[in-house]
């Protein structure tokens, strides 16, 4: 046993480049102690959580099961915005809630199981379900599922900031970025194996392994070696509201930080139109898409590791450089559209584009993550997770409306021209933005 806990502690320093492996800022002396074995743990717990999202994607695998089982093409539309909203909104009305409970990582789990749930009874609907009940019922398990992703969500950074020191949290979410990025890599090969209508029982086998991704979510989570924490001052949700307004005036970086996060929506929702133009130009059917999301596991195996270790070393920089990337990737696929040449009629110049888009958007991904754990202590960290998370759950439905009313008026290329400018913003939002590490 002693020999594994060494081999752990080297392999730890060496994905890590420390040279001590108890190099420990803001954690307690316990929590340092055990920091290179819970490191590995939050490895595995986000292994099994990324491959269960790419298994159970919104924007892949859920519409073909809405497809397969006949549900009217008005409640596909519903399935991003309660997947990503869904699981954002609630989050200020629980963080109260994680406050009172010493251990958070049994609320994890609890997320992580309910999640899974979710999935086997997705995996059954896939089976069973038709028409619009079947769609409705569809819909249903997804509210619960994305409820659920919120409360595994909110916990499992509280847990980040308890057993991770400072310096070693972007570095961690940058290899679980990779090895996100190898299961995307799969997802891929799947989807396009089986073409772009696989059968109910192709699409059940799906979501039955993403359920068990969740599972293995929830059995790292429990294994997780975390000390308990402060209780005082848990509140219910509309005292979390209140408290949480007050911070937005009472804190000017806290109130900065989710302006220049609000900004940088721009690069997740320049993706979609991105592929949505590559198709358009190209004529290509999901088999350009299921190219689109192989490129996207192989960025981010690359880029994740590296914008990790940046967001150590100053997530600030990684946010203003992830926004310049945005603009410059923006501009990049506008541009594509208007080019005159065959090669614009291919799906590849649109998918390289994409690919880098992709490597932007983790840098934005690991740059705020990053940011708001450290930014935050021990005392404030859920409460301050949850209201930026709510905070971005209401701008995402309200902005993510009118971003595709004015894709249907202006047209995937001039909206990628407005989504660069918005980056622009974010860019010159985030230089302005304190050092927190």
Excluded at 243 to 266: C, E, I, M, Q, V
Excluded at 292 to 308: E, F, N
Excluded at 420 to 425: E, M
Aim: net charge positive; charged share 15%; proline share 3%.
């Amino acid at each position: 046993m002693a020999e594994h806990s060494v081999s752990q502690s080297r392999l730890y320093e060496w994905l890590t480049g420390d040279e001590d492996s108890r190099m420990c800022d803001d954690i307690s002396e316990s929590a340092c102690n055990e920091q290179p074995r819970n490191f590995f743990l939050h490895v595995w717990a986000s292994l099994g959580n990324k491959l269960a999202d790419e298994l159970s994607s919104a924007r892949l695998v859920l519409p073909w099961l809405m497809g397969i089982i006949g549900a009217p093409v008005w409640m596909v539309g519903l399935l991003v915005p309660i997947r990503e909203a869904g699981a954002l909104l609630p989050q200020i009305f629980v963080a109260g809630f994680i406050r009172l409970k010493p251990k958070r990582k049994w609320v994890w789990v609890a997320g992580a199981l309910i999640q899974a749930l979710a999935a086997i009874a997705l995996a059954v609907l896939a089976l069973v379900a038709s028409g619009s009940i079947g769609g409705a019922l569809v819909l249903a398990t997804l509210i619960l599922l994305s409820l659920a992703r919120g409360l595994s969500s909110i916990a499992t950074k509280d847990v980040l900031g308890k057993t991770i020191a400072k310096r070693r949290r972007g570095t961690l979410m940058g290899w679980s970025g990779s090895i996100a990025g190898a299961a995307t890599l799969i997802a891929g090969a799947v989807l396009m194996l089986f073409e772009s209508r696989p059968g109910n029982l192709v699409v059940a086998i799906l979501l039955a392994i993403a359920a068990s991704g969740w599972l293995m979510n929830a059995v790292a989570a429990a294994r997780i070696k975390e000390s308990p924490g402060a209780v005082e001052g848990g509140e219910n949700g509309w005292d979390s509201i209140k408290l949480g307004l007050s911070l937005l005036k009472d804190d000017p970086t806290f109130l900065h930080f989710n302006l220049a996060r609000a900004l940088l929506l721009s690069s997740a929702l320049a993706l979609p139109y991105l592929a949505l133009l590559g198709q358009n130009q190209s004529g290509t059917n999901l088999g350009g898409l299921g190219i689109l999301v192989l490129l996207s596991g192989l960025a981010a195996m690359v880029a994740s590791p590296i914008w990790g270790k940046r967001a150590d070393q100053s997530s600030r920089r990684v946010m203003r450089d992830a926004a310049i990337g945005t603009v410059i990737c923006c501009l990049l696929g506008a541009s594509l559209a208007w080019l005159p040449g065959e090669w614009t009629q291919s799906v590849w110049p649109y998918a390289v584009v994409y690919a880098l888009l992709v490597i932007v958007h983790h840098g934005v991904r690991l740059g705020r993550k990053t940011y708001l754990v450290d930014m935050a202590s021990q005392d404030n960290r859920a409460l301050y997770v949850a209201l930026s998370n709510t905070l971005t759950g209401v701008l995402m439905l309200f902005v993510g409306g009118i971003i595709g009313g004015l894709a249907q008026w202006l047209g995937s290329a001039a909206l990628l021209l407005l989504l660069a400018a918005t980056a622009l913003g974010a860019m010159l939002c985030a230089q302005r933005l304190p050092e927190v590490e």
